[in-house]
């Protein structure tokens, strides 16, 4: 088992910035990518970054992020950050820490830290 914790949302001017976090413990072992989510109201859950823990780390964007967010880690704090830059409202969401395993399908969800951007 895998458990996810996140942190860092809360409410941002346009514009503005904000960074998410998201602590894993448990069988860490067993993960073999980190990624970040989002859900808005009335929509589905759509993937906002990702990256692979592996020797050569790779991330991917969603086209609306690209540029404005950056995923990155610290492997000594088992932590995945989400930087967001230049928010804008339609970044108004529910964002989703999840860990890739080989054996979880869908992998591991964290519960979700509320992101609002709005004046």
């Known amino acids: 088992q895998v458990q996810l914790v996140e942190s860092g949302g809360g409410l941002v001017q346009p514009g503005g910035s904000l960074r998410l976090s998201c602590v894993a413990s448990g069988s860490i072992f067993s993960i073999y990518s980190m990624g970040w989510y989002r859900q808005a109201p009335g929509k589905p859950r ?12 790779r991330t991917n964007y969603a086209n609306p992020v690209k540029g404005r967010f950056t995923i990155s880690r610290d492997s000594a704090k088992n932590t995945v950050y989400l930087q967001m830059n230049n928010l804008r409202p339609r970044d108004t969401a529910v964002y989703y820490c999840n860990a890739g395993a080989a054996t979880v399908p869908n992998g591991y969800w964290g519960q979700g830290a509320q992101v609002t951007v709005s004046s």
Not at 46 to 57: D, F, G, K, Q, S
Request: charge should be negative; charged fraction near 25%; proline fraction near 0%.
């Open 46 to 57: 759509e993937l906002v970054a990702t990256m692979t823990i592996t020797e050569r780390t």
